[in-house]
Nanobody, 125 residues
Framework: QLQLVESGGGLVQPGGSLRLSCAAS????????IGWFRQAPGKEREGVSC????????NYADSVKGRFTMSRDNAKNTVYLQMNSLKPEDTAVYYC??????????????????WGQGTQVTVSS
């Protein structure tokens, strides 16, 4: 069983940056595909980015391409989401999620089995 804990959220002005972290424990991290998802008030949870188990592939939602970068450090059992040029519409609770597998990473929510508790990101002046 994999446990995930997010950190790094907060309040930032439009155009600013934040880096989210997701620390994993409880299982062999290397074999899991990891995704970042977000949910704004009154909206469905949506995929933001994901990365394959060996960091060979990443996948991003169109809304964040060119602004967000996802990476992972398997030695530290941690994944990161560097968020630049933040916009008010990026405001949401951000969740880290994982599923066991070695294939191309997907942004489909239902494919992920393990979820963290989320961290709030607010972009506002």
């Amino acid at each position: 069983q994999l446990q995930l804990v997010e950190s790094g959220g907060g309040l930032v002005q439009p155009g600013g940056s934040l880096r989210l972290s997701c620390a994993a424990s409880g299982s062999t991290f290397d074999y899991y595909t990891i995704g970042w998802f977000r949910q704004a008030p009154g909206k469905e949870r949506e995929g933001v980015s994901c990365i394959s188990s060996n960091s060979g592939s990443t996948n991003y939602a169109d809304s964040v391409k060119g602004r967000f970068t996802m990476s992972r450090d398997n030695a530290k059992n941690t994944v990161y989401l560097q968020m630049n040029s933040l916009k008010p519409e990026d405001t949401a609770v951000y969740y880290c999620a994982a599923h066991y597998g070695l294939g191309y990473p997907s942004l489909l929510t239902y494919e992920y089995d393990y979820w963290g508790q989320g961290t709030q990101v607010t972009v506002s002046s």
